[in-house]
């Protein structure tokens, strides 16, 4: 599923929901920051919302619960890209020399983010050589007496 973007008052809302987990709407209107909305209002974004796929909704009696379908973090992996794509040229390079000319990142924090990066990786291939090398040993290694052999000589030892 291809998702769209969001208004500034859908994301607003989504942020909301995206907090609380689940909500109803009479929660919704109870947490949405002044100056409030109208509930008409509010109403329609949901409806969009859900038209998009953003939220689900449970219908319980004669109210609906209302759910993210999509969550936070697929969210901000949308929007970032987007952002990379329509800003600079589809190349995280150039806007990691943004973050660094505008002090967002210092090039210290990137390298203790490169060094931490590789140590991770490492580990990961670290590990998985290990649980390679003890399935190597396991089929490879000495067979252990089946039950049968060790009930046997139990009962030799007792005549």
Known sequence: MMLQTLTHSEEEIMQLIWNK????????MDIFPEPKPHQNT????????V???YLTTEKQGRIYL??????FDE???FVLKR??????????NELLKVLIDEKYLSSQDFDEFSNEKSKRISN???????????????ITGEKKP??????KKDKKKNK
């Open 66 to 71: 209302y759910s993210p379908s999509i969550g």
């Open 42 to 49: 509010v109403s329609t974004f949901l409806k969009i919302l």
């Open 75 to 77: 969210y901000k992996k």
């Open 124 to 138: 990961k291939e670290n590990s998985e050589k290990n649980h390679i090398q003890d399935f190597i040993k396991e």
């Open 146 to 151: 089946k039950k049968k052999d060790k009930k």
């Open 83 to 92: 952002f990379i794509e329509n800003y600079f040229d589809n190349s995280g």
């Open 21 to 28: 987990g689940q909500i109803y709407f009479r929660e919704l």
């Open 51 to 53: 038209e998009k796929h």
